[in-house]
């Protein structure tokens, strides 16, 4: 084992587990609540000192050829992140938000029956083929020779009914064959920097069975995470969801061996929050040993909805945001640089 990049996160990931929870932020460096675009910037290096040990970015649009992500993102730009946030150490998590290969519309659109169509044998077939040959290449090309090594999640929370692979959209077993192609595309194409990791959403319906309805299986995953977010203002339910998730997700990854993630969350409306951080959050995630914990962007496009950790001159939550940081077990960039493969 352990001679490619994806094998030696692996067992990166494995030894950062003992140590701790790792702090990760989507879109970090790219904007934040008071700025957008400059090089160098981060909301959390802003307010804290250090940079998340976890970075995500999302490939949405890449698909379509565009130079910039969904949410405006340059892909050089993204590139260049990923290295940096590489070199100095930290770890790089993406996503994928594709448009819907039939309708032409953005990924929230269940419609066209569009995970059929990308299927071998599919009416979209190799138009889809060749949207996995633009991650690859991008996922190959993340530095000169030398492979970054990323956790990539795509498909993500399909047990909803938003995206065009979810629940809505398609069976278990199309969902599965979606998954695996993926998987055995990229793999073909020379991908061995890459940790899989799959995350279905928050289920009203809380059990191990529940979870792992869609699960793709042991053979193509590395890493299980669920999403979990506060979005109406109840600091109690969001307790009461994560624990109870976080129960779930912690027997489904003992049961098929994979590594632990609360791969997205965040509170909705968090710079007027006083203690969020560790009165609501820690209190619970405290009691999981998961690999690491991503707080979904600060978004600069609609910073009303989604601003999800504090920025700079945000009040009372950037000092409480400075206390979960000086937990022993959450890790941010600097505290996982010495645990190297
Ligand atoms: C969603 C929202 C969207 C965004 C997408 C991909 O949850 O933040 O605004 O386009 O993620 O980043």
Same mark, same amino acid.
Request: net charge neutral.
């Given at each position: 084992?352990?001679?490619?990049?994806?094998?030696?996160?692996?067992?990166?990931?494995?030894?950062?587990? /003992?140590?701790?929870?790792?702090?990760?932020?989507?879109?970090?460096?790219?904007?934040?609540?008071?700025?957008?675009?400059?090089?160098?910037?981060?909301?959390?290096?802003?307010?804290?000192?250090?940079?998340?040990?976890?970075?995500?970015?999302?490939?949405?649009?890449?698909?379509?050829?565009?130079?910039?992500?969904?949410?405006?993102?340059?892909?050089?730009?993204?590139?260049?992140?990923?290295?940096?946030?590489?070199?100095?150490?930290?770890?790089?998590?993406?996503?994928?938000?594709?448009? /819907?290969?039939?309708?032409?519309?953005?990924?929230?659109?269940?419609?066209?029956?569009?995970?059929?169509?990308?299927?071998?044998?599919?009416?979209?077939?190799?138009?889809?083929?060749?949207?996995?040959?633009?991650?690859?290449?991008?996922?190959?090309?993340?530095?000169?020779?030398?492979?970054?090594?990323?956790? &990539?999640?795509?498909?993500?929370?399909?047990?909803?009914?938003?995206?065009?692979?979810?629940? +809505?959209?398609?069976?278990?077993?199309?969902?599965?064959?979606?998954?695996?192609?993926?998987?055995?595309?990229?793999?073909?194409?020379?991908?061995?920097?890459?940790?899989?990791?799959?995350?279905?959403?928050?289920?009203?319906?809380?059990?191990?069975?529940?979870?792992?309805?869609?699960?793709?299986?042991?053979?193509?995953?590395?890493?299980?995470?669920?999403?979990?977010?506060?979005?109406?203002? +109840?600091?109690?339910?969001?307790?009461?969801?994560?624990?109870?998730?976080?129960?779930?997700?912690?027997?489904?990854?003992?049961?098929?061996?994979?590594?632990?993630?609360?791969?997205?969350?965040?509170?909705?409306?968090?710079?007027?929050?006083?203690?969020?951080?560790?009165?609501?959050?820690?209190?619970?995630?405290?009691?999981?040993?998961?690999?690491?914990?991503?707080?979904?962007?600060?978004?600069?496009?609609?910073?009303?909805?989604?601003?999800?950790?504090?920025?700079?001159?945000?009040?009372?939550?950037?000092?409480? &945001?400075?206390?979960?940081?000086?937990?022993?077990?959450?890790? &941010?960039?600097?505290?996982?640089?010495?645990?190297?493969?």
């Amino acid at each position: 084992c352990c001679n490619t990049p994806a094998e030696q996160l692996k067992v990166r990931l494995q030894k950062l587990l /003992n140590k701790g929870i790792m702090l990760g932020h989507q879109d970090d460096p790219m904007y934040g609540t008071t700025w957008k675009w400059d090089e160098g910037k981060s909301d959390v290096f802003l307010t804290t000192g250090d940079y998340p040990a976890v970075m995500g970015f999302d490939l949405g649009k890449i698909e379509l050829d565009s130079k910039e992500n969904l949410d405006g993102v340059s892909f050089d730009r993204m590139r260049k992140e990923i290295i940096a946030q590489n070199e100095r150490g930290g770890i790089v998590t993406l996503s994928w938000h594709p448009w /819907n290969p039939v309708t032409g519309e953005n990924a929230w659109d269940p419609k066209g029956d569009a995970v059929a169509a990308v299927l071998d044998g599919g009416a979209q077939q190799q138009k889809f083929d060749g949207w996995l040959k633009k991650v690859s290449d991008f996922i190959l090309k993340t530095n000169d020779g030398k492979l970054v090594p990323v956790i &990539f999640r795509p498909w993500h929370e399909m047990n909803g009914g938003w995206f065009w692979w979810g629940a +809505s959209s398609c069976t278990p077993v199309q969902y599965n064959q979606l998954y695996v192609k993926t998987l055995n595309i990229l793999t073909k194409a020379g991908c061995n920097n890459i940790v899989w990791a799959w995350s279905p959403n928050l289920s009203d319906e809380k059990t191990v069975e529940k979870f792992l309805e869609r699960f793709p299986g042991e053979k193509y995953v590395d890493m299980l995470g669920v999403d979990v977010y506060e979005f109406d203002n +109840s600091d109690a339910n969001y307790q009461q969801n994560l624990a109870a998730t976080l129960d779930v997700l912690m027997e489904a990854a003992k049961k098929v061996g994979k590594i632990p993630a609360l791969t997205e969350t965040g509170c909705r409306g968090i710079s007027s929050k006083k203690d969020w951080f560790t009165q609501t959050l820690w209190p619970v995630l405290q009691k999981y040993q998961l690999s690491y914990v991503l707080f979904w962007r600060n978004a600069w496009d609609k910073p009303q909805e989604e601003a999800y950790l504090p920025g700079v001159g945000d009040g009372a939550i950037v000092e409480d &945001f400075k206390a979960f940081k000086k937990e022993k077990k959450v890790l &941010f960039a600097k505290d996982i640089v010495k645990v190297r493969k």
